[in-house]
């Protein structure tokens, strides 16, 4: 009898270079009928504490389409600019990948069959989607600057992601 191996499969729906880029057409075609969303690279640079314009008009714009939650680990300060400026559910510190937010998640997106989790890491984004059986939508960092601790992750994506090209291209 031969080993066993552990395979988790982390691929990605789509890759876009912002969230902007993100089509509601795009959604519409894959089924999406809810967005959880990260903030820090994903839709806020992770030193400013201020939404792009172009993200905040696409958040505006599909958040009167379909249910969007903001999970992320964040801090909190950070959701509730989010939660003020866009009138988005904005949760910080849910400890993603770990699914302890699943009730958030449930509650807010609660009539969703089909979500996707929007964001710019694999291991918290990535792994949350699957550990919550979410599709995974991944985006590129906006800032090359991250937590201390992201580094390392970053090097392992990028081995892991070598060759992939985003869908906007």
């Known amino acids: 009898m031969g080993a066993k191996t552990l395979q988790i499969d982390l691929k990605e729906i789509a890759y876009f270079h912002r ?54 680990n964040t801090k909190p300060y950070r959701a509730k600019i989010i939660r003020e400026s866009l009138g988005i559910p904005a949760y910080g510190m849910c400890l993603k990948p770990v699914p302890f937010s699943l009730y958030v998640l ?24 699957k550990w919550n059986h979410l599709k995974f939508i991944r985006v590129e960092p906006l800032s090359p600057k991250d937590a201390p601790h992201t580094k390392f992750t970053r090097w392992l994506e990028k081995i892991i992601f070598s060759g992939a090209e985003p869908l906007d291209k």
């Open 106 to 129: 449930r509650n807010h997106l609660k009539n969703a069959k089909n979500v996707a989790m929007v964001g710019d890491q694999l291991f918290t984004d990535g792994l949350y989607a």
């Open 19 to 72: 969230v902007s880029d993100i089509s509601i057409d795009f959604l519409k075609e894959e089924g999406i009928d809810g967005l959880v969303v990260d903030v820090d690279n994903t839709i806020m640079p992770y030193d400013v504490d201020a939404v792009p314009d172009d993200i905040a008009s696409w958040l505006n714009t599909a958040k009167c389409i379909l249910p969007i939650v903001i999970i992320s």
